[in-house]
């Protein structure tokens, strides 16, 4: 029903940027927020941004709060994380999630991308 992709990631040094993109397609007309997570070797996945898809309200997880943000696009369908100030602890796999409900859980989270790697080296 919802298709996302995940694309930006890479291979950054610690103190740089990143520009993380999704694009949802499919029948999207239920989905009230999107969403980043990411899951870094050996941990469970964790909450990093969401974003209210009619209103733009956002909310962060603490450990990335005035680090990243969360923006949408609702012409393209595309939802961005712009993360600054990278750390070797940002390094992690980070997914993209679309749901009905503006929410930190995963649980919440209907639909999800495959992935993509960000690698913060020291």
């Known amino acids: 029903q919802v298709q996302l992709v995940e694309s930006g990631g890479g291979l950054v040094q610690a103190g740089d940027s990143l520009r993380l993109s999704c694009v949802a397609s499919g029948r999207t007309f239920n989905t009230y927020a999107m969403g980043w997570f990411r899951q870094a070797p050996g941990r469970e996945r964790e909450f990093v941004a969401t974003i209210n898809w009619r209103t733009s309200r956002t909310r962060y997880a603490n450990s990335v709060k005035g680090r990243f943000t969360i923006s949408r696009d609702s012409v393209k369908n595309t939802v961005s994380l712009q993360m600054s100030s990278l750390t070797p602890e940002d390094t992690a796999v980070y997914y993209c999630?679309?749901?009905?409900?503006?929410?930190?859980?995963?649980?919440?989270?209907?639909?999800w991308g495959q992935g993509t790697q960000v690698t913060v080296s020291s």
């Open positions: 999630a679309a749901g009905p409900a503006w929410s930190t859980r995963e649980d919440e989270y209907d639909y």
